[in-house]
């Protein structure tokens, strides 16, 4: 199905700058307790949202809050900008590409009003979460600290 070569390693990038967390820091127990899946999250300190890995857009959810990236591995990733923001309809986030586009790590996903958001008394977070975890033997841990996008997070291990 998908050729792995002999790299069975891929590092991943931050997508925002900001503050970088495990996922089990995010408020929403739907992220935090890995319902979805593992990764991480960062605080963002600006607008612009980054693709964490090359790959090419699976989606882009019609309210614009969620980006889903499929790596050359077939690793699904979802790049969820806000907390409890579908509710906004849209309205604080641009996306930058379209289903079906390829993006490197680097790629500007999305420009999301941080502001907007947390003036609708939700969070800002950007949470990155790798869904079909059956793909991966190992998961890095992110430790909370200042991030700027495109730095080195961990490395994904493949089966």
Known sequence: ????????EQSVVAVADGKAEPITEVTDDVFSQKMMGDGY???PSSNEVYSPVSG??????????AIGITTDKGLEILVHMG???VELKGAPF??????GQSVTK??????MDVAAIEKSGREATVVVVYTNMDL?????????GNVKHGDVVG???YK
């Not at 090419?56 to 809050?65: A, E, I, L």
């Not at 680097?106 to 420009?111: A, D, G, R, V, W």
Request: no cysteine; hydrophobic share 40%; aromatic share 6%.
């Open 1 to 8: 199905m998908f050729g792995f070569g002999k790299k069975k």
């Open 136 to 144: 991966l033997k190992g998961v890095p841990e992110v430790s909370a």
């Open 83 to 85: 907390l409890d923001t």
């Open 41 to 43: 999250a960062v605080e």
């Open 94 to 99: 641009q996306s930058q590409v379209q289903e």
């Open 56 to 65: 090419v857009v699976s989606t882009v959810f019609p309210t614009k809050h």
């Open 155 to 157: 490395s994904l291990q």
């Open 106 to 111: 680097n790629t500007l996903l999305s420009k």
